[in-house]
């Protein structure tokens, strides 16, 4: 077996990577930022290019799905192994999910499911990995002699952060997420506003269960589309994937304000963020962090890490959540169906129920330093040992 | 020993009656209240008054809860013991339940947790019973099959019980409403709607409803809670039942015994409204799946038709509540369903394995038998009563 290892700028790679030596897979690589996943003709000439001038090539590999490479493959008869961690996928041309050369591992049950029983074959599930040896001290330090070495930025961030600015007692890193409900609300009567409202403050009120899905009929979506080919002239509509995921980032983005919100009184909170809140005034809001670089350090020195997940992804075990395991870092994380079935909540992690059990936790995890540790030693041991690159990568290749 | 019992005409006095009569415990009946539905609360107290001077009780009983009782009781320092079979009991919102000879027993551990702080000595929260001697009196009695059916139901439709009526409230209210009641339809065991309705909406949909319920004086006043359970609660309920018995009745044949119109679900047998002494259990015992859709209201607790369909040797399929496995174990004493989709192929299953339903219907009976009877209930009760 030969792999062409497709690389873009995302997770995991370099795991990937590093588990690919380890086991002695023979591989090369094929680096290229898309400018659009579903048409970009100037990356199918190379992709071809580099297939023909390689033939030895058997297998492609990626994270997350092309449907450009799933194409190219298919007509060459090359299979495509992809781990996807996008949930929902971001692309439209979902006609290459049913290429018979796919092998497609969904980090998340349902979305799988999902899939499976639209009638497409060669769909899976698959945990995500993280790799604790990247995000150590030394292999931070390799990372910055590696790019120093290329004479690339040590932190792919405008800012660097002091040392000493990454202590705090709750930390978050990611989007607060300025969703399209508001806008997609204004051309809606007022019914269908107040409906809107209702169903997405029912799913912000449940977790772990997951209602936008069947809530998002074709009637409702009718109705709701009357409304915006009125307003656009018959040139705008949503489909349900749109509504949905408008839907689930609104959802996602209350619940992180709403958290951070209330935690911005009672302890010392940094936010790592592309985004800024005027409510957050009290918050330490520090801008991005370089994934590979600053993330693990802001693990590691916050008391408590917290996940909020993007609540479309229904079952599965996000990457943050492993990365701030990975780094040793002690996580406080809403509930997800998977988590179940490899953590134990209170002796590897924590799980909060809603925002005020969140408060609370939080208050008393600040309070129990030996417990805490304790803890994020735990969530460690069972992220090397459970989700470690080298099991996932010996799976996804079938070796 | 003596009891003084003040009835109203709930199904389940006879039942607490013979209990009672088991544990030698004698019982004087006061019957004004089931004949007359709108007593005052002077005629009430003046009938109490000769009946406690007339002779010495150990403790006043009723199903649900009466104020006026409890307050008379309080008076003459006799105990008050209840037992809460429904849901709402608006009568629980009286400032009447702090009294300390009260001894509220409630079925639902939802109510529990609203109630028990106002009264934390005195209130317990206690499942309810079923009288398997009863039911077998009147199925040995009967072994015509005139109440055979694959698929039945007793009780209402809730259409009529529906008294929520948003028509002159704003477009947003209407919407909002609607949005949570569609997604409270898909949840089973978790009613969330008191979370995701605020004092102001709910003062405000009550204020576009004329002729809405209103507290009392001396009563605790909780609109939101009115507004969310008794309004809405009963709203998602018949609209619940539409949609289930509509979905079933295109595929089995499907009975029910209720004193709603059923006109717009016209596959849907209509038998009219079932004595409860006398036929339920006929029915409960000779069909093949019964069906359980407890009424949203009733937030967490199991409903009485759960322990009867039990207690009758019925086979029963009901919507999942978050009490059910505390109380019983699903797929061995009965089964549950989590959505409408779920409940019919549950329904296919087991019409496809009499056996097995057999099997279910038998370990429930047993089950019930030995740890749910109102014998068994009421000495919980009175040892809690008086510890």
């Not at chain 1, 639209?118 to 995500?128: A, D, S, T, W, Y």
Request: hydrophobic content about 35%; aromatic content about 14%.
């Amino acid at each position: 077996m030969h792999i062409l290892f497709f690389q873009w700028n995302a997770f995991m790679q370099k795991g990937i990577e590093t588990a690919f030596n380890r086991l002695n897979i023979s591989y090369e690589k094929f680096f290229y930022i898309f400018s659009d996943w579903d048409y970009d003709d100037k990356f199918c000439k190379l992709f071809n290019d580099k297939l023909n001038s390689s033939p030895d090539i058997d297998v492609v590999f990626s994270v997350n799905f092309s449907p450009l490479i799933s194409d190219i493959c298919n007509a060459r008869g090359i299979i495509y192994i992809s781990w996807i961690y996008d949930a929902p996928l971001h692309i439209r041309k979902t006609v290459s999910l049913m290429n018979s050369v796919n092998r497609m591992y969904f980090f998340d049950r349902i979305q799988a499911e999902h899939y499976q029983k639209q009638g497409i074959l060669n769909v899976h599930h698959m945990p995500l990995a993280s790799d604790t040896y990247i995000f150590s001290d030394e292999g931070i330090n390799e990372t910055i002699n590696n790019r120093l070495s290329k004479k690339e930025p040590v932190f792919f961030n405008p800012t660097s952060i002091a040392d000493n600015d990454y202590h705090c007692d709750v930390s978050f890193i990611g989007k607060l997420y300025k969703s399209d409900y508001a806008y997609l609300c204004t051309p809606l009567n007022q019914y269908y506003r107040g409906y809107l409202e209702g169903i997405l403050n029912a799913q912000q009120n449940i977790y772990g269960a997951y209602l936008l899905d069947e809530l998002l009929t074709d009637t409702l979506l009718e109705e709701l589309n009357s409304f915006y080919l009125k307003a656009s002239k018959g040139t705008f509509s949503v489909t349900k994937e749109e509504l949905e995921f408008a839907l689930a980032c609104e959802i996602t983005s209350r619940e992180r304000v709403t958290a951070l919100a209330l935690l911005q009184n009672r302890c010392h909170v940094n936010l790592y963020s592309g985004d800024k809140d005027e409510r957050l005034t009290h918050i330490n809001q520090l801008g991005y962090v370089d994934y590979y670089t600053q993330m693990p350090k802001v693990f590691r020195n916050s008391k408590i890490n917290l996940n909020i997940s993007l609540k479309i992804i229904q079952s599965g075990i996000p990457l943050r959540i492993l990365d701030i395991l990975a780094s040793g870092g002690f996580l406080i994380t809403n509930y997800q169906p998977e988590l179940l079935e490899y953590f134990e909540p209170g002796i590897d992690l924590i799980i909060y129920e809603d925002i005020p059990d969140l408060i609370l936790k939080v208050q008393y995890y600040l309070a129990n330093d030996d417990e805490r540790n304790i803890i994020a030693q735990n969530g460690y041991n069972k992220v090397s040992s459970l989700f470690n690159f080298d099991d996932k990568v010996r799976q996804l290749l079938s070796i | 020993m003596k009891i003084l019992f003040y009835r109203y005409g709930s199904i389940c006095e006879e039942d607490v009656i013979e209990a009672f009569k088991e544990y030698g415990i004698d019982t004087n009946e006061i019957l004004e209240e089931v004949y007359n539905k709108h007593l005052l609360p002077g005629d009430c107290v003046r009938i109490l008054n000769s009946a406690l001077n007339k002779e010495n009780y150990s403790f006043v009983f009723s199903i649900n809860f009466f104020p006026t009782v409890s307050d008379v009781c309080n008076i003459y320092h006799i105990p008050y013991l209840c037992l809460i079979v429904d849901s709402p009991v608006l009568e629980l919102y009286s400032e009447s339940i702090r009294n300390s000879y009260n001894r509220i027993f409630l079925f639902d551990k939802a109510l529990y947790n609203e109630f028990h702080p106002y009264n934390p000595d005195c209130i317990f929260h206690i499942p309810l019973a079923t009288n398997v001697r009863r039911w077998n009196r009147v199925i040995e009695a009967d072994t015509s099959d005139r109440f055979s059916s694959e698929v039945s139901f007793v009780g209402s439709l809730y259409t009529e019980k529906s008294p929520l009526n948003l028509d002159n409230a704003p477009d947003y209210i209407k919407g909002y409403v609607d949005g949570l009641i569609e997604a409270q339809l898909k949840i089973y065991g978790y009613y969330f709607i008191d979370n995701l309705l605020t004092e102001e909406l709910s003062n405000e949909i009550l204020n576009q409803m004329p002729g809405h319920y209103v507290f009392p004086d001396k009563y605790r006043i909780d609109n939101r809670g009115l507004v969310s359970q008794l309004y809405i609660g009963s709203k998602i309920s018949a609209e619940e039942r539409l949609r289930v018995f509509h979905r079933l009745s295109q595929k089995y044949d499907v009975d029910i015994y209720t004193g709603s119109d059923t006109t717009s679900l016209p596959k849907l047998h209509n038998r009219g409204l079932a004595k409860t002494h006398t036929e339920m259990p006929l029915i409960f015992n000779h069909t093949k799946v019964n069906l359980n859709i407890t009424s949203k209201p009733i937030r967490s607790g199991i409903p009485l038709r759960v322990f009867d369909v039990l207690g009758c040797s019925g086979f029963l399929i009901t919507n999942y509540q978050s009490e059910l496995p505390e109380l019983f174990s699903i797929g061995e004493h009965l089964e549950a369903y989590e959505s409408i989709e779920d409940l019919d192929n549950k329904i296919q299953f087991y019409l496809e394995h009499p056996e097995l339903r057999k099997e279910i219907a038998r370990n429930g009976y047993e089950y019930v038998k030995s740890n749910h009877t109102y014998t068994v209930r009421i000495g919980q009760m009175i040892s809690l009563a008086f510890k």
